[in-house]
């Protein structure tokens, strides 16, 4: 008998040699026409690696079905992108970065450069972020606190994601510079399920961490922070690395006023920078990726253009 809902696997009844038997078999198994339709999709569209991974076993057939609509999906929007916005121009034919009336700026290159060139000392009154936190990566954060110990206003903050198993590394490299950053907070991110497994310390992760540091004594805060913001799963089309918006929401309101100015060095899908344009603050963005400036674009026309 055929399993259908999960991969595929050979049975004693019936041995799937190849995935172009999947159709036949699940029809005479008496599986539904959408499970069917899922297989057609992923024989005709999915990579030899992914359909692999399924016959195999090792992907479960609506994973790998939700994968591929996810690229379909991601392409599309991009596609669609790929004009100005009628009253709201970011960019121009050739992804030219343009200042418009939004106040959105968004930049090709490591942030490094880019900040040191394109962002004048004492200008920024927020930093939000996501870098990347591997273990070859974590170094990255002394030149985050670097950057903004030069780049951030008196009073200003850097929030930045992190992952709990590199904590104590985190903030050897954000304190390694001498800076005039001061840790003030952690915020927890309630997430939401499915949950993720750190195999190697054997956790079920089901919150996140933001970091906050303040230049100089105190920040410039309107208002009280909560330090427990309930998220929302991103649905990461635009991105692998996408986060949800409401932890941005939450700070960005918060810890700016309109018209003060948002920086985001890891500009990942934007999701920083919607938030930011949204609640009327000026915004800067930097990715390595040029692919990410794509995903900025579709990322607003999604949610700015539909907004109004």
């Given amino acids: 008998m055929v399993t259908v809902g999960r991969a595929i696997r050979p049975s004693s009844q019936a041995t799937v040699r190849t995935l172009a038997l999947w159709s036949p078999l699940a029809k005479d198994s008496g599986a539904s026409a959408r499970q069917v339709s899922k297989m057609e999709t992923i024989l005709e569209k999915g990579s030899e690696g992914e359909k692999s991974r399924v016959r195999n076993g090792k992907t479960r057939i609506d994973k790998a079905y939700k994968r591929i609509k996810n690229v379909e999906r991601r392409t599309m929007l991009i596609e669609e992108a790929k004009y100005n916005l009628e009253t709201k121009s970011l960019f121009d034919a050739n992804n030219v ?41 974590l170094s990255i954060y002394a030149d985050l606190a670097k950057m903004a110990n030069r780049v951030l206003k008196d009073g200003g903050s850097l929030v930045t994601y992190i992952s709990q198993y590199a904590l104590p590394d985190i903030l050897d490299q954000i304190r390694s510079n001498g800076n005039d950053l001061h840790y003030w907070w952690e915020v927890c991110i309630a997430l939401e399920g499915p949950f993720a497994r750190h195999w ?25 922070l909560s330090d427990l913001v309930f998220s929302q799963r991103a649905d990461k089309i635009l991105h692998s690395w996408q986060q949800g918006s409401a932890e941005a929401d939450h700070v960005i309101k918060i810890l700016t006023v309109e018209n003060q100015t948002v920086l985001d060095p890891f500009l990942g899908a934007g999701t920083t920078a919607v938030s930011a344009i949204k609640h009327q603050r000026r915004f800067i963005g930097i990715d390595t990726d040029p692919k990410a400036l794509s995903s900025v674009r579709a990322n607003m026309k999604l949610n700015l253009a539909s907004a109004e």
């Fill in 97 to 137: 970065i343009l200042e418009n009336k939004l106040g959105c700026k968004l930049f090709h290159g490591d942030f490094r450069d880019v900040a040191q060139q394109k962002i004048p000392d004492n200008s920024v009154d927020l930093i939000f972020t996501d870098p990347p936190y591997d273990k070859e990566s």
């Fill in 200 to 224: 190697q310390r054997q956790v079920v992760v089901k919150w996140k961490g933001l970091l906050w540091f303040v230049k100089g004594n105190r920040p410039q805060l309107p208002d009280y």
